[in-house]
Nanobody
Framework: VQLQASGGGLVQAGGSLTLSCAAS????????MGWYRQVQGKQRELVAV???????DYANSAKGRFTISRDSERSTVTLQMNSLKSEDTAVYYC???????????WGKGTQVTVSS
């Protein structure tokens, strides 16, 4: 599985950005896709995940502001980020978890910078 992320950039606090990640390869094996983020010097953390059946999970910091969705073919995951804060500044990574053993794949990170 290969993951291609896009959509990062610079935005003012309170603004919005949309991140997209397209999967290719063995997409039928994907059981969940999500977004993580990492600030330099800190651990990578979950932002949001969308699993088979449409279930979603969000970090507390993302609830109410971010929305994750997948397309009908289950090969593209989108993260709509609203009301962005300076603390959302990070490198965002797309992630896919595949059957049968839950192995994970990562896309290249995309920088999101929120200016205050």
């Amino acid at each position: 599985v290969q993951l291609q992320a896009s959509g990062g950039g610079l935005v003012q606090a309170g603004g919005s950005l949309t991140l997209s990640c397209a999967a290719s390869g063995s997409i039928s094996r994907i059981r969940a896709m999500g977004w993580y983020r990492q600030v330099q010097g800190k651990q990578r953390e979950l932002v949001a995940v969308n699993s088979d059946g449409g279930s979603t999970d969000y970090a507390n910091s993302a609830k109410g502001r971010f929305t994750i969705s997948r397309d009908s073919e289950r090969s593209t995951v989108t993260l709509q980020m609203n009301s962005l804060k300076s603390e959302d500044t990070a490198v965002y990574y797309c992630n896919a978890e595949v059957r049968p053993f839950g192995f994970t794949y990562w896309g290249k990170g995309t920088q999101v910078t929120v200016s205050s």
